[in-house]
């Protein structure tokens, strides 16, 4: 059966997800983690992606990048992946594989989810019970976008500027969307389309991709209008 195509334009943001092969743990050690921070860094600068959010699980890594390019999205995950795994059999004299076949990849219609993306993925050690409060976990966005720490692998976007007219604004109004978890239609919503590398969007969002694509984008749920709670 033929691969599913990829739908990415660039400066649209994607939610991407790549797991252990059968969810086996990926990363064992602080120092891995370090490690494949410095990998992704250089393939973001390399290739052409800005990343707005991360979380790198013990058996997943969950990113958010606006590609440069249509191929940045793809030569970003390889070049991050065969490098952190060459390392690992490095370290632990190991060999084959560690990923999990391909990435999984959603395209975001960010006037709508950006924000939800954003909760979703930095919330993720908290729905797995790993912390209680997300800036307790070292391995994720939340520290710079809700508290200013310095975290050099992201790129503000535009949309997460607008919450607020400072920073001290926006990393106050950025805490204030985690007060609450997201819906869980949401949540669905977000899985199902990432499980099946669709576009999480309105309908005419994704005829616009479609029509610069030069192809069918698949069939999607209509997205909804922006809520007040994303727009803080």
């Known amino acids: 059966m033929p691969r599913r195509l990829r739908l990415y334009r660039p400066g649209i943001p994607v939610h991407i997800v790549q797991r252990g092969h059968n969810r086996n743990a990926c990363f064992f050690a602080h120092e891995n983690y370090c490690r494949y921070k410095t990998v992704l860094r250089e393939a973001l600068c390399r290739y052409g992606g800005a990343l707005h959010a991360y979380c790198l699980m013990t058996n997943h890594v969950h990113l958010l990048i606006s590609p440069a390019e249509a191929d940045s999205i793809s030569r970003i995950v390889q070049h991050t992946g065969r490098e952190y795994v060459q390392y690992i059999n490095r370290t632990y004299q190991r060999s084959?594989?560690?990923?999990?076949?391909?990435?999984?990849?959603?395209?975001?219609?960010?006037?709508?989810?950006?924000?939800?993306?954003?909760?979703?993925?930095?919330?993720?050690?908290?729905?797995?019970?790993?912390v209680v409060s997300p800036d307790e976990y070292p391995w994720s966005s939340y520290r710079y976008n809700a508290m200013g720490n310095a975290d050099s692998l992201i790129t503000e976007h535009p949309l997460y500027q607008q919450i607020g007219s400072s920073e001290g604004e926006r990393r106050a109004r950025y805490r204030d969307l985690f007060q609450c978890p997201p819906e869980q239609r949401d949540i669905a919503e977000l899985r199902e389309c990432l499980s099946a590398n669709r576009i999480l969007g309105s309908e005419a969002f994704r005829q616009q991709v479609g029509k610069f694509l030069g192809q069918p984008t698949g069939h999607t749920k209509p997205g909804r209008p922006k809520r007040l709670a994303d727009r803080k």
């Open 96 to 130: 084959g594989t560690l990923w999990e076949g391909r990435h999984k990849g959603s395209l975001i219609e960010a006037d709508t989810y950006l924000l939800t993306c954003y909760r979703y993925i930095e919330r993720n050690p908290v729905a797995a019970y790993l």
